[in-house]
T-cell receptor
């Protein structure tokens, strides 16, 4: 089966600019996650979708971050405006359901904010 | 305060040595997963443990879930350079549904 696809792989922007990341999960996976991984740290959950509904966005900085999964398949994560501390790898993952199913991760988008 | 504490944070060993990585918490987990992440890639699931005291083996890797379901360990026998990577534990608390990751153990196996 095809894995989780993410684009772009790399992005360099200046602070205060905006950026968007795209994720295509594994076909049939109802749950989609966006994680932020700062260098040297474990992934931190930003938002979790079940189909096209938000299950958990308690750790999403909503003043600058937004995400959507309009048709319950692809998802986009946006940052506007970006700050230096947003430099990180943004990982998308999907799973069959939200009750303990293993997560399948994409290779991430490495964002550098200068 | 980190929900899941992993130790050691860094480990550099020679090929053929054995090692153990620990994942500890004060919380009880309904399940705990171990992932390995290589540079430029996303984490890949190694194993899921769900029962207190459970032991699972994956070739040279042995995973154990604590009796109280608060901690776990990963033991690698006769480590090889291909085992190099970031090992992450992740757990789902019994009181919630969010999968929370530890900070990881960066393992380097030198030939």
């Amino acid at each position: 089966e095809a894995g989780v696809a993410q684009s772009p792989r790399y992005k360099i922007i200046e602070k205060r600019q905006s950026v968007a990341f795209w994720c295509n999960p594994i076909s049939g996976h109802a749950t989609l996650y966006w994680y932020q991984q700062i260098l040297g740290q474990g992934p931190k959950l930003l938002i979790q979708f079940q189909n096209n509904g938000v299950v958990d966005d308690s750790q999403l900085p909503k003043d600058r971050f937004s995400a959507e999964r309009l048709k319950g398949v692809d998802s986009t994560l946006k940052i506007q405006p970006a700050k230096l501390e947003d430099s990180a790898v943004y990982l998308c993952a999907s799973s069959l359901n939200s009750r303990g199913s293993p997560l399948h991760f994409g290779n991430g988008t490495r964002l550098t904010v200068t | 305060t980190q929900l899941l504490e992993q130790s050691p944070q860094f480990l550099s060993i020679q090929e053929g040595e054995n090692l153990t990585v620990y994942c500890n918490s004060s919380s009880v987990f309904s399940s705990l997963q171990w992932y390995r992440q290589e540079p430029g890639e996303g984490p890949v699931l190694l194993v899921t443990v769900v029962t207190g005291g459970e032991v699972k083996k994956l070739k040279r890797l042995t995973f154990q879930f604590g009796d109280a379901r608060k901690d776990s360990s990963l033991h690698i026998t006769a480590a090889q350079p291909g085992d190099t990577g970031l090992y992450l534990c992740a757990g789902v608390e019994t009181s919630g549904s969010r999968l929370t990751f530890g900070e990881g153990t960066q393992l380097t196996v030198n030939p």
